[in-house]
């Protein structure tokens, strides 16, 4: 049996030369399905790795109850120092908290084509770089507590207009200088940070968004969140950093994953037309051959199963090619969704989504066909012209 398919599929493949533009429709249709498809999911996989490694497991995130986004959350500045003075808070040099006191708006950009978007401002108060030890400056200086000063992140130095240290962002209290570029290998990046205190009183600001603080070790966030949530003068929510990050990202990613997807299936149904099709002409033009082939003996299995393995492979060949072209052309390079700066990301489980999806079309595309030719009657095949 293993003989006999490994006999009739090297015929087979010995015959792709005369039937090269026809088996082009399988390559080039896979390719086509697989490369759209892994180009719009490595959008919504950069989004979720930046997301991801934003979050960190050593700090704890403070939003006010029913909050499901920093934007819609408010701690008032009376609710503050009760966060602060809860157990669970590592320790800074001084004694004091590391707990930084956030709050966040959107502001209008120019990207680099012209076109207009948004991204985030965050205010960072005097501990704010203890809580972010990630956080570093790459050209310029920190901008100093109580000035009016900004710093911009890499991204969104590489991707906004006017986002170079000298440049002046205009808020509402007039005019805001770039001191320095920063670094943080998250979407962090993508932003613009000055001093909240001094960002709240220019935005009119009477209460925080958040409160971020490090832990004094991942244990910590038992004691730190019971502390806060048994307070009857706090109505707050407390979660891990990296948990809430890794949820949130879901949240924002959904719909672009699902949509991927949909396009990709959309795709692979009419790849599935195209391969049908092509291996039911291949199965016609070597109808003598195949029937040959069983008039000497070879079983219908055999003959059926080699139908399958062309189609299998001529399906990951063209899924191998489109994952090779979105790779090249989206992993790592920048991109900007709304708010949010990060880099696109094609990693090897969504090749090996792309090339599941090649297999699946190939099974479902060479079926008919290879049914076709297992059960075609030897005379008539070898009456065929």
């Not at 934007?71 to 009376?78: E, F, H, M, P, Q």
């Not at 009760?82 to 808070?89: K, R, S």
Request: hydrophobic share 50%; net charge positive.
């Amino acid at each position: 049996m293993l003989r006999q398919i490994f006999i009739v599929s090297a015929i087979n493949f010995k015959s792709l030369g005369s039937r090269f533009w026809q088996s082009m429709v399988i390559v080039v249709g896979l390719a086509a399905t697989v490369g759209v498809m892994l180009s719009m999911l490595s959008v919504s996989a950069g989004m979720r790795d930046a997301y991801v490694k934003a979050g960190d497991p050593g700090r704890a995130i403070v939003v006010s109850k029913g909050s499901d986004q920093e934007g819609t959350s408010v701690i008032t500045r009376a609710m503050a120092p009760l966060i602060i003075d809860a157990p669970g808070i590592a320790k800074d040099k001084d004694g004091k908290a590391l707990a930084d006191r956030g709050i966040q708006m959107g502001i209008p950009v120019l990207r680099k084509d012209g076109s207009k978007g948004f991204t985030t401002m965050r205010g960072l108060a005097d501990k704010g770089p203890g809580v972010r030890p990630e956080l570093h400056i790459v050209q310029g200086r920190m901008f100093q507590p109580g000035k009016r000063e900004l710093i911009v992140g890499v991204g969104a130095n590489t991707l906004f207009q006017h986002m170079n240290v000298g440049d002046k962002v205009i808020l509402p209290d007039g005019q805001w200088p770039i001191v320095g570029i920063y670094a943080t290998g998250d979407l962090l990046e993508g932003q613009v940070l000055g001093d909240t205190e001094t960002l709240a009183a220019a935005l009119h600001r009477t209460a925080y968004n958040t409160v971020l603080v490090r832990l004094a070790s991942p244990s910590s966030l038992e004691a730190f969140k019971k502390a806060l949530t048994t307070n009857p003068a706090l109505s707050v929510t407390v979660e891990r950093h990296s948990d809430w990050y890794k949820r949130v990202g879901n949240q924002n990613t959904f719909t672009l994953a699902l949509l991927g997807y949909i396009v990709g299936a959309v795709m692979a149904i009419g790849a599935l037309f195209g391969c049908l099709n092509t291996m039911y002409a291949a199965v016609s033009t070597r109808g003598r051959e195949i029937a040959t082939l069983r008039a000497l003996g070879y079983g219908a299995f055999p003959v059926a199963l080699s139908v399958i393995i062309e189609a299998v492979l001529l399906s990951v060949t063209g899924a191998l090619i489109g994952a090779a072209i979105a790779w090249v052309m989206n992993d790592g390079a920048q991109g900007v969704f709304g708010n949010t700066v990060f880099h696109l990301s094609v990693s090897p489980a969504q090749i090996k989504l792309g090339v599941s999806w090649a297999i699946v079309v190939a099974l479902l595309g060479g079926l008919a066909p290879s049914i076709a030719a297992a059960r075609r009657p030897i005379i008539d095949a070898l009456r065929a012209t």
